[in-house]
């Protein structure tokens, strides 16, 4: 496996930012704020890297995986990298306990056993497996291998912890995941028809060239027991954060450089609707009334792959119809809240905004 395709999918992307902006020079980036109140959001501070968000089915907790080996992560060491609970109500922050317990029906046969310690988690997804009723936490990873590991969640006391239970290996790598009740998956990866291209022969790596063109550099893929497949249709501008509604009738995922949010039929198997945002939409989540929270950067800006980028971000609200968008915040003017925003996710009457590098969450107040 050559150097290139042992980087994250987010080191990948900082490094094509070096590489199409160059090393800018001039006033080191604003410093974020400070935690606590400011304004009308909350800066919640603890984390690294807090790229994707979950929350437990009792509401109490998000499930928080810290990706701290992108950028703004250099000098940390793999260890900060881990599943994490953080408790709403305490406003904390405790890594998740994970035991070894593989089982035949979850995950690929030749997966080669638990990654362990080495796990560095980028996007997750947390759905209720049939007929077992199994709570399952799908989360792509890149630490020692390119896979989707498959954990249960559990609950013990009031707390929870997880079971591994199987993986898929990939040679391309992922950038998120939609688990499917059936035990299955849909998942994005987002630059697999630019990873290998060859050098311009100026230094350059040709994927690196295109990452942020808003051109077709990767596709989403469907995985069930038979193996893996690409979703035709797919091929787009960095394919990045997918959902999947509940009866695997549709999944919604982005197109991260094109700005754009696709909704994906996959028994037609074809978009059959899509919405021009003015931001880079990265995950998404459901609301609790079904439609879907889009989360993202306004630009690439900065040296993101050696310090935090400091771009604006916004949410909105987009209808799982024909994905008529509302805003929901806007940082303009708020100052250095979070750097990287990748995720936004509702728990009651509140929006937590997790990021791909930095220290730290927002919340701010919402009701659908």
């Known amino acids: 496996m050559n150097s290139m395709v042992k980087l994250t999918v987010v080191a990948l992307l900082g490094a094509a930012l070096a590489q199409a902006q160059g090393q800018q020079k001039g006033a080191p ?174 230094g350059k790596q040709g994927g690196a060239n295109l990452l942020t063109s808003g051109q077709p550099t990767g596709f989403m893929v469907r995985w069930a027991r038979g193996g893996e497949g690409e979703l035709q249709g797919t091929r787009q501008g960095y394919p990045n954060g997918v959902v999947a509604t509940p009866d695997a009738r549709f999944a919604y995922y982005n197109a991260w450089t094109a700005k754009e949010v696709h909704k994906y039929d996959l028994r037609l198997q074809k978009d059959v609707a899509v919405i021009k945002l003015d931001f880079m939409p990265d995950n998404l989540t459901f609301t609790k009334k079904g439609n879907l929270l889009a989360a993202g950067i306004k630009g690439l800006s900065g040296d993101c792959a050696g310090q935090p980028c400091r771009e604006g971000f916004e949410v909105v609200v987009l209808d799982s119809g024909k994905l008529g968008q509302k805003k929901v915040y806007d940082s303009a003017g708020k100052g250095a809240l979070i750097s990287g925003v990748s995720v936004a996710l509702q728990a009651g009457e509140s929006v937590y905004i997790g990021a791909f590098q930095g220290d730290r969450i927002v919340k701010i107040k919402w009701k659908e």
């Not at 995986?65 to 703004?72: A, L």
């Not at 994970?98 to 638990?114: F, I, V, Y």
């Not at 969640?153 to 790598?173: N, Y």
């Open 29 to 202: 980036p604003t410093p974020p704020l400070p935690c606590g109140m400011q304004g009308d959001a909350e800066v919640i501070c603890g984390t690294r890297g807090p790229e994707d968000l979950e929350l437990t089915p009792d509401g109490k907790y998000l499930i928080v995986p810290q990706f701290v080996t992108g950028p703004g992560g250099a000098g940390l060491g793999s260890g900060a990298n881990g599943l994490y609970l953080f408790d709403i109500a305490q406003k904390t922050f405790q890594k998740l306990v994970a035991t070894s317990e593989p089982l035949a029906d979850w995950g690929d046969s030749r997966c080669p056993g638990p990654v362990g310690e080495a796990l560095a988690p980028h996007g997750t997804s947390l759905v209720r497996r049939l007929p077992s009723n199994k709570m399952q936490l799908y989360v792509v990873n890149h630490g020692m291998r390119e896979s989707i590991e498959m954990f249960e969640l559990l609950r013990v006391a009031d707390t929870w912890e997880l079971a591994w239970h199987g993986c898929v290996v990939s040679t391309d790598p992922y950038n998120d995941v939609a688990a499917l009740a059936d035990g299955g998956f849909i998942a994005t990866h987002p630059d697999a028809l630019t990873r290998n291209a060859p050098s311009d022969g100026k």
